[in-house]
């Protein structure tokens, strides 16, 4: 199925995410609207001709482990050696080690659309990402300059190493050990020995090298998450010419057979083990995992920054991660929209306007109602997170680079709450939706040849990895709620609440409507906080039970102050234009505010439902007992 | 993973459907509680033991096309002779035929045992009991002593064949042939040329026959539905002895390659190809599907009924097989509820109510608040839908067999409006608990080996098959509310709300906001089936626009209906034992109340969102034009 970048959308929603305030910001100078757009097109261009055809053989072939070494699906390495020479992998990056310097925003608006083209293959550039945050913000000088250009480049690629079997969500049972060690070969390292699952591009025949981000204990850790120090692990080490062609001792052990993203290769990956005594070579001279081990055995691995901040340093790449996670899946469900779009205007079946008595001209199913407004769901929903995911990436340019103090702190507090809703709005919403768009195919929906499936088995994951819904929603609560009373979010729902009663003053009865909508769920939503905040003080187990419908509160609202903001701004272009909102002016602000309208019209009255069910089902399930669960 | 029949929940919700009173219907006097629980313990067991263990490995393996026969997967011929032979295929048959006599209320709590074990194995007997239904209220005597007694019994199975490539959902498009003949061997027939697709059993080896009832066209039939015919076509017809081994012109084309049900074979059929020209052999010389054919090329079918009634005769079918897929899609529902529930009981990660900061023991993740919310949340609505869905049963028992006719009339008007309902909420909603079941498992749901994956491939063809969703919901604002001006609907509703008020009475705080809620549910119910009747007039296309927003609508409705009474019956029983619904009591019915507290806590509140949107949401969608959901 082919793909085209929503470049227009895009770009407006940029712009609608204050893309002028971020060109204000120092080293963003050149970041114009007009940039943008041709930075999108070729983006776009390079998804619909390279990506996008390798989505449905990635998914058919998939990724294989074949003597120890994973091979990706055909055309892979292709197509990343093209997406590398391009220059894709480094937009966001700081241009001292070969980025393009663009702002996050920017880089966001891309990343959705290699994210639609193609999750498989984007997942790999996006734990690079990950990689490259932690060591910008955390590796030493030196680390930096050795591993930084390769992979800004993408001559290298990067992967998280969190979850062991044991320790998934819960990484305080982190069980891999680290031993100090100094070698004249490789100076002052650490010896890493255990077993890490879920290793998203684990290994891959894209790259020369992989550089591997580890979490791991040291002997004299203390136990749970303040125990846990962060590793820089390469697959391969520098020989004795700094020629990086040495092997790590560091073994993939299998892959997983996934639901979905089938051309991801997700790994468990063993640091060493058998084959990884000196992190020399291929011998067997190291213990097993369970064993103790000798000085000299495991994998080699640089630590980054201090001992036991690791999980710290993690999270400097985990909301970059989320963020992106989000956008993810939204980018997910834009290109399983397209399909549902584009096969609903070819698919010929029943009459026009009609519930199904015969008579009237056979018309393409996009002309029936229930087709309609299943596309309109799903159109609605995406342009509102695309809206809102922009605005959080906006403000990561400006918690990064805003001079202004105040500001900043605005920007920073916005990321704290919103991240979290990102990661785990976009991504519920985003399986609603490609479930949708699969509806929409009717039977041939269910037949793997069509596509739609695929999409629906890999949008699956993503409300899963980077942290559940459920995790997300605890931290929604949690460390951003209930931590410091309410104050942070009491802030963002403020500047929300301020910026809406600006654009409801309009003199358009849709706009007021849409602000009276927002009125109604910032309501809501403060009460809920604040709801929430009294509950942790009276028992601590209530929040977390009615975390999920305050994320979901979150989301829906913080959609709709993107609807009528985009709202607001087409109305305003179309008058500017003559036009009236009816059949006049361009018909992409009519469509946008037609969308807005269907999205206050079917997704905000979602607001007091989940207002009721915060205010009422907290008790009814802190009190469940384990064996109200049991089969009757 | 092991499943176990929730026999105690499926006995108290056939007695909230009234067991007792479809006992007293002619020819059920039989049907006490306690026969109902010996054949839903025996169900459970046969399932537990023969086909939950089949459910994994049939979806690894698949059924195969291995020279134009279907092999089903290891296992599967074996269970089924199991199943025939303990007589479980004929429950709800007339014994005239071999049946067991058995309610429909009975027979569709067994049968949720039977989805809920290993939906793909259960699709066999589903289609059966769809093909009997149709030879038994429309063949000729003749018809029925040929095929019901081999069909009751499972020696044989059934197929529809509605779905041609050109027609989906639309059965107007049906091309498919039927031209009339007659021989000696076969006396009055027709020979039947056309490809059907989508066809659930079309072939396997489970049986020594398989008898296909097949919508076709007779040469001089009036265009559209009003054209198209039923006819009985065997895939052996009986040679000079009688015996049932000649190969009538079927072929298996291929099978489809599907998200799930992998072990369902689901068919391309031809009839009258290439292979087919007289019914009688393998020789080619009949035409190809495009071509004309002489009279005496084709399949050879009986034509069902008269000519031209075709559709209405595949609608006794289709309601029957609409409910079964209701109930099904509750039945995968329950079963992958049971894995999540088992996996969340197993799995230790984190701390005992805890968010994250450390301290505590570390507990299985059953203790965590999010988990029991998803956790809580399937539970009801599974209970909820299967009470439902029961009730919906035992009036099919009513419609049949009541000899009071303004009682008769009453259950038909139920089962005009729910079954659509049924099959409408209880898959859409299927597919959501299978979602959150699979969320449960964080990261190992995603693997295919947890098995969790599976139920969210297999489950996601329930919305889709015996109609959409979407032909549900317009099912259900067209015959069954606009087309009579709202009268039947009104009067269900009027009979939902007796009940309600009359349970309502009870001295009891729980019970009286259940009561309320419904009160208050059953009047936005009434307001917008109002509002639809009144659409329609002033413009045809709104109505079709909410249909599905007022489906779901009725759909919570409903299922609140359904758990107030649950809580009442449960109250009541506890008041009898001396409980008093704290910790005293018989833990079943505590547990009833509280989830049904849970369910007008969590559930219920969607009643006034949905209610919004039919109110709004119409006009938006009717003027969507097709260029809105062109990529911009």
């Given at each position: 199925m082919p793909y085209t970048a929503p470049v227009r959308d895009l770009v407006f929603a940029c712009e609608l995410a204050d893309l002028a305030g971020v060109a204000r910001l120092p080293g963003f100078e050149d970041a114009t609207p007009e940039l943008l757009r041709s930075v999108l097109d070729e983006a776009g261009k390079f998804a619909a001709e390279v990506l996008a055809p390798l989505n449905h053989s990635g998914d058919r072939r998939g990724a294989r482990l074949e003597g120890g070494r994973v091979v990706t699906a055909d055309g892979w390495r292709d197509a990343y050696r093209q997406f590398v020479a391009g220059g894709w992998n480094g937009l966001p990056f700081d241009p001292a080690f070969g980025g393009q310097g663009l702002p996050w925003l920017a880089a966001t608006a891309v990343a959705e659309i290699w994210h639609a083209a193609n999750m498989a293959f984007s997942l790999c550039p996006l734990l690079t990402q990950s990689a490259i945050a932690a060591i910008e913000a955390h590796g030493t000088p030196r680390q930096r300059d050795t591993f930084l250009p390769k992979l800004v480049s993408g001559e290298w690629s990067g992967t998280m190493n969190l979850t062991e079997p044991q320790a998934g969500s819960d990484l305080s049972a982190v069980r891999t050990r680290a031993v100090p060690a100094t070698t004249s070969a490789d100076g002052d390292h650490h010896r890493i020995s255990g077993q890490k699952i879920f290793i998203t591009y684990g290994d891959h025949d894209l790259t020369d090298n992989i550089i591997h981000l580890v979490l791991a204990r040291t002997p004299d850790a203390p136990p749970g998450v303040k125990g846990i120090s962060l590793f820089i692990v390469p697959k391969f080490l520098p020989d004795n010419r700094g020629a990086w062609t040495r092997r790590n001792a560091i073994e993939t052990l299998s892959l997983e057979h996934k639901l979905g993203i089938h051309a991801s290769p997700t790994a468990v990956l063993g640091y060493g083990g058998k084959s990884g005594g000196?992190?020399?070579?291929?011998?067997?001279?190291?213990?097993?995992?369970?064993?103790e081990k000798s000085e000299n055995s495991g994998a080699i691995g640089y630590l980054v920054g201090e001992e036991n901040r690791g999980l710290m340093y993690m999270f400097t790449m985990m909301n970059l991660a989320r963020h992106a996670v989000g956008v993810e899946g939204n980018g997910v469900a834009e290109r399983a929209y397209q399909q549902a779009a584009g096969f609903a205007a070819e698919r010929v079946q029943g009459r026009a306007d009609d519930n199904g008595g015969g008579g009237g001209e056979r018309v393409p199913i996009i002309r029936h109602p229930d087709v309609k407004r299943m596309l309109l769901a799903q159109k609605c929903r995406i342009e509102a997170l695309r809206a809102l995911s922009l605005t959080v990436a906006a403000n990561i340019d400006h918690a990064r680079r805003q001079p202004d103090a105040e500001a900043k702190a605005r920007a920073r507090d916005l990321l704290e709450v919103l991240t979290p809703v990102i990661k785990g709005y976009a991504t519920e919403v985003g399986v609603e939706n490609v479930s949708l768009a699969l509806q929409v195919h009717g039977g041939m929906g269910f037949i793997e040849e069509t596509g739609a499936a695929q999409h629906y088995r890999d949008?699956?994951?993503?409300?899963?990895?980077?942290?559940?819904?459920?995790?997300q929603a605890m931290d929604l609560v949690g460390r951003k709620l209930t931590a410091d009373g309410g104050a942070a979010t009491a802030r963002v729902i403020a500047r929300i609440r301020a910026e809406c009663e600006a654009l409801g003053d309009a003199d358009d009865q849709d706009i007021t409507v849409m602000a009276d909508a927002m009125r109604a769920a910032l309501d809501l939503l403060q009460a809920a906080a604040e709801s929430l905040v009294a509950a942790a003080a009276a028992d601590a187990r209530l929040p977390g039970a009615v975390a999920e419908p305050y994320l979901r509160l979150w989301g829906v609202t913080a959609c709709g102050w993107r609807m009528l903001k985009a709202a607001a701004v087409s109305r305003a272009e179309l008058a500017r234009d003559g036009g009236d909102g009816g059949d006049g002016g361009d018909a992409f602000y009519r469509h946008k505010i037609h969308t807005a309208k269907f999205y206050f019209a079917a997704e905000m009255p979602q607001a007091s439902a989940l207002a009721e069910?915060?205010?009422?089902?907290?008790?009814?399930?802190?009190?469940?007992?384990?064996?109200?669960?049991?089969?009757?």
């Open positions: 000196d992190g020399g070579g291929d011998g067997e001279n190291g213990g097993d995992d369970g064993g949008q699956r994951i993503t409300p899963i990895y980077e942290g559940t819904t459920g995790i069910v915060i205010g009422r089902a907290a008790p009814l399930i802190a009190d469940a007992g384990a064996d109200l669960f049991e089969v009757a």
